[in-house]
């Protein structure tokens, strides 16, 4: 495809200084035809070997973060990262074999999780920011808050003693309220008002 459109531009431009007879002897046409010679015979070299990129030194200094700008961007990046766990999980200590799931090497390698010799997996637990985002949501949202039943709450309680039995909330609520706390509690009291001192 490259070789026609080159072909086709050349031989347009030497149609136009034979229309005009600009070069009888021809050797614009010659140039013409040399440099498309010299243009197809690069595109047919091979490309140049590709250099193996050496590995990192370990603990060599971290690379600095990139700056994320959109904030569904961040969202993104926040949820699908690296957790620190994952870091160690992946990461080998140079002589020192790994400890894995199964043992004797099969199954999924711990990596330096467990390399303190504690025997536990040490993990420091970070507080991110998506997690602290998605919890604020969820307070917006008010889940349960909104004082309608679901239609499964029912006022039946089941006991030991008698089985099945109904049970009157507002005679729960009447004996609560008896005695002499009720003109303290009292739903139709009101506040008294008293003279200034």
Not at 84 to 91: E, G, P, T, V
Not at 102 to 113: V, W
Not at 129 to 157: H, M, N
Request: proline share 7%; glycine share 12%.
């Amino acid at each position: 495809m490259r070789a026609c459109r080159l072909l086709g531009a050349k031989s347009t431009l030497t149609a136009r200084v034979d229309s005009t007879r600009g070069d009888p002897s021809g050797n614009t046409g010659r140039a013409f035809q040399e440099e498309i010679r010299k243009k197809i015979e690069k595109w047919q070299e091979p490309p140049p070997a590709k250099q193996p990129k050496p590995l990192p030194v370990p603990d060599s200094e971290p690379k600095k973060k990139r700056v994320i700008p959109d904030s569904q961007t961040e969202i993104y990046f926040y949820r699908y990262a690296i957790t620190d766990m994952r870091k160690l999980a992946n990461r080998i200590q140079f002589g020192i074999p790994e400890e894995s799931s199964l043992g004797d090497g099969l199954g999924e390698g711990y990596g330096m999780l467990g390399q303190a010799g504690s025997g536990k997996l040490r993990v420091s637990m970070g507080q991110s920011k998506l997690a602290a985002k998605v919890a604020k949501k969820f307070k917006e949202k008010l889940y349960g808050s909104s004082g309608a039943t679901s239609g499964l709450i029912s006022s039946l309680a089941c006991t030991p003693v008698q089985g099945i039995e109904l049970s009157n909330p507002q005679a729960h609520a009447h004996q609560l309220g008896g005695g002499a706390q009720s003109a303290y509690f009292s739903e139709t009291g009101t506040f008294s008002r008293t003279g200034r001192i």
